[in-house]
């Protein structure tokens, strides 16, 4: 379903039900933009903390405008052994609301908007009949300035026994049709009389309009808040950007801190879980195609041939991968279990792990607790000319077999060798060169906290003015909004479930908590040696694309 | 003729040709946003000096987007007694020319757009079909990549003797189309041998296809190019933005200060003049409506009814509004004359000034020589706490009759009084004030004179990071792109006329240098107290719009 200002206000409802009733959500969103400042492998540097990761995609990324909401819901109807899905689009525009209201600046980039143009993206719509929002602090601020018009006129202050048609509208409130006694473009004042009664109707009347009025200037944003109030399970793909702009265009500023961040987006009551997927792969076996059909009076997609780019059809996708993904997770229970739900406790370790784009040793963002340490022994910190390219790096490292290398910027990227045993070899034979200089990854660590320190929290990694410069597309850039990444989220997914590996015997559906009535109350883990016999069985039918999983459960 | 990437190419002839016969050009320019900063009353203060203004909009407007801009070409038709018009529409959009093309961002102000949209404007046309661009620095850095890539292959160096389909396209050379031998999705080597003569007329393909595409890449800035090398005379409507957006986005960025702002726009060799108008207000007593007719083939538009708020309409209406300005300072000369070319001496005083918005006392931007400079004897420099108001102020002063206040920001205003003795009586009385402070106009520029001494060249007026807030929208705002300050616009015109009736006897039209062929090839300039008489007897039939025009007259 197409949701603008036009229809809006007439679909909430339908919104509000099919949030309701699901048994869990994917969203999915569509920017202006990706990146301000450094270029998309610069922005995601394959050695990013999650700290830097937060911090440069709130420096880099947050001006740029979300303009398509993806909402798709999903609800497992029993008698049919599928799922329900509807799926919205919802466009998305700052109109201002009326001439004190922000007016809001927000960049485009120029790769994505072409690459949005290709796919089809009508501008127009977002444009023309684009909904609006307001975060909390100007729907506050909105609040409180009516009920200071409200209070006044209750006093008697400002309340006009006259007014002009030129004055403002609303001062309009004892307004009377009368025929206008002069025609010409002149001033003219009208003046009508009211009793008591009639002006309180009006009043009355004037107070319900006033509250619409606001309700259709937060607009959006109450949608972001039914899925907030819902507490249901939201899946996205790559979410970490989309659950970055949600907060910043719907709620509130960023947050500086990325543990502050975690706390703002826990207690918004938005869970979040990170599975995101190639849909064809998950078609394939180990996986399923799940069971799906739209709800009646609902835009139903055709995943066999890849629709227009829009959010809704993304959302849609996720959905289908996270329930490829959760079913899949059935298969390793005894007995095996064809249908798992969304508040199967098997799904529970995967909750609130936003997958981080493109870091080689962190699968994800824990909004629930430390993030993963990963051990960089075997990373190295180099700095050279800015002439040098990768290539030069390569030579550098060429005794010390395979390198992988995360570029930083034009003089300075970090060089993974293949072998830890290698790193105090290239230290040594660096010492004495001239055109370069390699330090180890915790000396670059220490050396930046000690920067840091001294210069307190104002510590810069990109020129401040850098946006309005041209950067150029790096040739790793994968497209825009959804990068094509599979492998890598697949990884993460693997990840999750070696962790879930750890916790044997664990129950799954505990009697009364989940509303799917599955004839079996208990379930137990295999141990991760037997998944390692079921795997090893099922080697030969696996398809190439997915080798990362069948390795990661080894 | 709406010119798009898709019929660019097919279009440049007809464009190039336009330019060469026609007698004159008009221009206008949509853009993506007006200000990124101050809102429209703080941006175009009715007291700022020339330097002022260019500064603040080259720091709050450069950064939006031209994304449409107006051409249309006037041509006078001797034997049909009309100008003969063409208008085209070109749509432009920055999209990147290939993966190391800059990768460009560009701000939009959600008012603008909203006001734009509400014009029906194609934002579609503009995102998937808009021309791109290159200024100058970015096109010979891509001829310079260019060179050296043939250079490389010229001295074998690079030439590959076979390649992969995955290389870039620059590599492709000497791909043959050979029938993969591979169907599955692994990479794959073609080999192929070409003797010296094909390798040869291969080269020769190839340069020529790279000039090709380098041409693509200039794209629309030939268009400007052509312009300005025609030397045709372009009037434009309050234009100083539009020749700003258009030197930064086609030529170069532009120049810190005013005075190299101004050999800049002139070494180009684009001459401008600011006449601008309310086409309606021209259509009346004493102008007449000039005699046009659309060229066959193109576009033509219906001024009764307003068209789209699109820039080629726009550009036509400007141009409209120029010949009946031109037409009507021929009804000053002995003989009158109905029709004045865009060659005649008459118009040269005009040429070059670039009217300045909501100035109160500076009428236009000259070009080719010192502004002017107002006395501002009776405008007050006031500070004041951050919660007063403009009634406030009209407080203030109320003792002093008729004021006029240029708010500059939250906490000062220039407050104009209407008699200069007064201002020595309003410094005597605050003398002892707390809550407030003024200064002269003299003391304020002296002050921020010695300021900018102090700080050299880094004086800031509006705080840096100013633009990604929220803005408030003024309710002065008149608009976006077009704002309709008609009356302040024919005043501007009635300015230059008054200096131009300081030149009595001018010569118009000198023999040869008019190709409409006048059959008077002299004519006498009226001296300003016979105007006056002709005025006066023209009053009665003068519209109340135009009291203005009539007065400046006098």
Chains 1, 2 share one sequence.
């Not at 610069?42 to 990324?61: C, F, I, Q, V």
């Not at 996720?318 to 059935?330: H, R």
Request: net charge negative.
């Amino acid at each position: 379903m197409e949701v603008t200002r036009k229809n809006y206000k007439d679909c909430l409802n339908t919104v509000y039900s099919a949030i309701e009733e699901a048994d869990f959500l994917a969203i999915d969103g569509e920017f202006s933009g990706i990146s301000d400042g450094p270029n998309a492998s610069a922005l995601t540097n394959g050695l990013d903390t999650p700290e830097e990761r937060y911090t440069k995609l709130k420096k880099h990324s947050m001006d740029f405008l979300l303009f398509q909401f993806g909402l798709c819901t999903f609800k497992y109807d029993q008698t049919k052994s599928k799922y329900i899905t509807k799926t919205f689009n919802f466009y998305i525009f700052p109109k201002p609301f009326n001439r004190t209201s922000p007016d809001i600046k927000f960049i485009c980039q120029s790769s994505s908007i072409d690459f949005l143009a290709s796919q089809g993206f009508d501008f127009n719509k977002v444009f023309c009949h684009g909904i609006p929002y307001l975060n909390q602090e100007e729907e506050a601020q909105l609040r409180e300035q009516t009920e200071e018009r409200r209070n006044q006129h209750a006093n008697g202050v400002g309340t006009p026994s006259y007014i002009s048609p030129s004055s403002s509208k609303e001062h309009v409130l004892f307004y009377l049709i009368l025929p206008p006694f002069l025609f010409c473009k002149e001033r003219y004042i009208q003046i009508s009389k009211v009793d008591e009664e009639e002006r309180k109707r009006r009043e009355q009347q004037k107070l319900e309009k006033e509250q619409e009025e606001l309700n259709d200037a937060v607009g959006f944003s109450r949608v972001i808040h039914a899925i907030s109030k819902s507490g249901k399970l939201v899946v996205g793909h790559n979410m970490l950007l989309d659950v970055m702009h949600t907060i910043h265009q719907f709620y509130c500023p960023l947050p500086e801190d990325l543990q502050d961040f975690k706390e703002v987006t826990m207690c918004e009551l938005i869970t979040y879980t990170s599975l995101a997927e190639l849909e064809k792969q998950l078609k394939e076996s180990p996986f399923k195609p799940p069971q799906v059909e739209t709800a009646e009076g609902f835009l139903s997609y055709n995943t066999a041939q890849e629709q227009l780019h829009e959010a809704g059809y993304d959302a849609y996708i996720t959905g289908l991968c996270f329930i490829s993904m959760a079913n899949y997770l059935g298969s390793f229970l005894t007995p095996p279990k064809a249908y798992i739900s969304a508040r199967s406790k098997l799904i529970e370790p995967f909750f609130n792990k936003l997958f981080l784009m493109r870091i080689i040793d962190i699968p994800y963002l824990n909004l629930t607790g430390p993030d993963l340490q990963p051990k960089r022994d075997h990373v190295l910190y180099v700095t050279f000319p800015k002439e040098w390219k990768t290539s030069d790096l390569y030579q550098l490292f060429s005794a010390f077999g395979n390198i992988q290398v995360s570029w930083i910027d034009d003089t300075s990227a970090f060089v993974s060798l293949s072998q830890t045993d290698q790193v105090q070899i290239a230290m040594n034979t660096s010492r004495y060169a001239e055109s370069y200089r390699i330090q180890t990854y915790a000396e670059y660590i220490q050396g930046r906290q000690q920067e840091k320190e001294k210069l307190g929290q104002t510590a810069k990694t990109w020129g401040e003015d850098s946006w309005v410069k041209p950067h150029y597309i790096s040739s790793t850039t994968c497209g825009f909004g959804y990068p094509r990444c599979t492998r890598a989220a697949v990884h993460c997914f693997v990840n999750i479930i070696n962790e879930l590996i750890s916790f044997p015997d664990e129950e799954e559906n505990p009697q009364g908590t989940d509303p799917s009535n599955d004839a079996d109350g208990t379930v137990t883990w295999q141990q991760a040696s037997t998944v390692q016999g079921r795997k090893g069985r099922k080697k030969k039918k696996k398809s190439e694309g997915l080798s990362g999983l069948v390795n990661h459960l080894n």
